[in-house]
């Protein structure tokens, strides 16, 4: 029995104490943002391993069957890489290569738009990004953002409708979010619904350049109906019984013609 006992022993410690023959690791090389952060790698060996290298601004953590790998935000000014190398019996190892950045590398907003009612509100929309975010908002609206989320909050809007960007920047990346409010009244049109025609500037005629060279000045007129406002022309020298000079001003393309807020 004692003997048996022994045998059991030693072979566990033989098992437990021997450098690993083979050392895998379930990823290869791991990332870290500016921020820093931790994650873990699997390790699957037959025996012992232990951490022979990592980079200085590494901090490594081997347990039992995995190694934890943290590093604190990258003050450094440059992208810093290097290996972590763990080590079974001589001649045994296995490579980690970590990399943090030493910037922002992305800004992705889930949507790129946020609109309110005119009676306001909060909306938020996911924001994946890798360093710290700086939001600044128009005039109407507030933003801020924290946790992965930018949060949007505007005040019950008894104007013009509102609109503006909200600018996210994080180191040389910048992302930007429309946001727009109903309101009462279009601001673009002041509640017409109807804008100047931007082709006439209002007067309903446009004037056209007639090459003498080609055409009779004195049969074709300078002045032609504006066809962006209503106006109609078949082209003849004469205008005939259906021409109509423009109206002078187009249907508002912020309201849709309503003249109400949107
Ligand atoms: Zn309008
Ligand atoms: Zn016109």
Same mark, same amino acid.
């Given at each position: 029995?004692?003997?048996?006992?022994?045998?059991?022993?030693?072979?566990?410690?033989?098992?437990?104490?021997?450098?690993?023959?083979? /050392?895998?690791?379930?990823?290869?090389?791991?990332?870290? =943002?500016?921020?820093?952060?931790?994650?873990?790698?699997?390790?699957?060996? *037959?025996? $012992?391993?232990?951490?022979?290298?990592?980079?200085?601004?590494?901090? @490594?953590?081997?347990?039992?069957?995995?190694?934890? /790998?943290?590093?604190? +935000?990258? !003050?450094?000014?440059?992208? +810093?890489?290097?290996?972590?190398?763990?080590?079974?019996?001589?001649?045994?190892?296995?490579?980690?290569?970590?990399?943090?950045?030493?910037?922002? %590398?992305?800004? $992705?907003?889930? =949507? =790129?738009?946020?609109?309110?009612?005119?009676?306001?509100?909060?909306? %938020?929309?996911? /924001?994946?990004?890798?360093?710290?975010?700086?939001?600044?908002?128009?005039?109407?609206?507030?933003?801020?953002?924290?946790?992965?989320?930018? @949060?949007? $909050?505007?005040?019950?809007?008894?104007?013009?409708?509102? +609109?503006? !960007?909200?600018?996210?920047?994080?180191?040389?990346?910048?992302?930007?979010?429309?946001?727009?409010?109903?309101?009462?009244?279009?601001?673009?049109?002041?509640?017409? #619904?109807?804008? @100047?025609?931007?082709?006439?500037?209002?007067? #309903?005629?446009?004037?056209?350049?007639?090459?003498?060279?080609?055409?009779?000045?004195?049969?074709?007129? *300078?002045?032609?109906?504006? !066809?962006?406002?209503?106006?109609?022309? *078949?082209?003849?020298?004469?205008? $005939?019984? !259906?021409? +109509?000079?423009?109206?002078?001003?187009?249907?508002?393309?912020?309201?849709?013609? %309503?003249? %109400?807020?949107?």
């Amino acid at each position: 029995m004692k003997k048996i006992v022994f045998f059991i022993v030693t072979t566990l410690l033989l098992v437990s104490c021997g450098g690993a023959s083979s /050392i895998e690791v379930s990823e290869n090389q791991v990332s870290f =943002s500016i921020e820093g952060g931790e994650k873990s790698v699997n390790v699957t060996a *037959d025996g $012992t391993w232990s951490v022979s290298d990592s980079p200085d601004w590494i901090n @490594t953590d081997a347990q039992n069957g995995v190694i934890i /790998i943290r590093t604190a +935000r990258n !003050e450094s000014g440059a992208v +810093r890489e290097g290996n972590i190398v763990l080590k079974g019996k001589s001649g045994v190892e296995a490579t980690i290569k970590v990399k943090q950045f030493s910037k922002c %590398t992305h800004i $992705t907003a889930a =949507s =790129s738009k946020v609109e309110f009612e005119k009676e306001g509100g909060t909306e %938020t929309i996911a /924001i994946d990004t890798d360093g710290s975010l700086q939001v600044e908002a128009p005039e109407g609206f507030s933003a801020s953002y924290e946790n992965g989320n930018l @949060t949007v $909050t505007a005040q019950a809007n008894e104007g013009g409708a509102k +609109r503006g !960007e909200i600018k996210l920047t994080c180191d040389d990346q910048s992302a930007t979010i429309y946001a727009s409010q109903k309101g009462n009244v279009c601001q673009r049109c002041g509640g017409t #619904g109807k804008i @100047t025609c931007p082709k006439c500037k209002g007067k #309903g005629l446009v004037h056209v350049y007639v090459n003498p060279e080609f055409v009779d000045p004195s049969i074709v007129p *300078d002045q032609q109906p504006c !066809e962006k406002c209503g106006g109609y022309w *078949d082209g003849t020298t004469e205008y $005939t019984a !259906e021409w +109509r000079q423009g109206s002078g001003h187009i249907k508002c393309p912020d309201c849709g013609g %309503t003249g %109400t807020g949107h």
